[in-house]
Nanobody
Framework: VQLQASGGGLVQTGASLRLSCAASGFTVDYFALGWFRQAPGKEREWVSCITSTGGSSYYAESVKGRFTVSRDNAKKTVYLQMNSLKPEDTAVYYC??????????????WGQGTQVTVSS
């Protein structure tokens, strides 16, 4: 199981970024995927999750209305569209899966992170 996150960068407040999480080594169609982030000196924070079919998605209150998670199972990729970025969104973003179809609190496999930095 491999997950590869990409798409991070340095942007200004109010800008947008789209993160991608490419999956390989397993049948990603069957599994929910989540996004997490970790800012310097802070604990890892759950951001969003999307079920295996993409039929349901969930968001942390801090990003609701600004971030949108989606997936393209044909491309084995999950996306996190981040709009109206704020400095407090600065963190390393990770994708992960718990190898179940629904969004759960347990994640077994993690990708390497991608840095998002939002300047004020």
């Amino acid at each position: 199981v491999q997950l590869q996150a990409s798409g991070g960068g340095l942007v200004q407040t109010g800008a947008s970024l789209r993160l991608s999480c490419a999956a390989s080594g397993f049948t990603v169609d069957y599994f929910a995927l989540g996004w997490f982030r970790q800012a310097p000196g802070k604990e890892r924070e759950w951001v969003s999750c999307i079920t295996s079919t993409g039929g349901s998605s969930y968001y942390a209150e801090s990003v609701k209305g600004r971030f949108t998670v989606s997936r393209d199972n044909a491309k084995k990729t999950v996306y996190l569209q981040m709009n109206s970025l704020k400095p407090e969104d600065t963190a390393v973003y990770y994708c992960a899966t718990g190898t179940v179809a629904w969004c759960s609190e347990s994640y077994d496999y993690w990708g390497q992170g991608t840095q998002v930095t939002v300047s004020s």
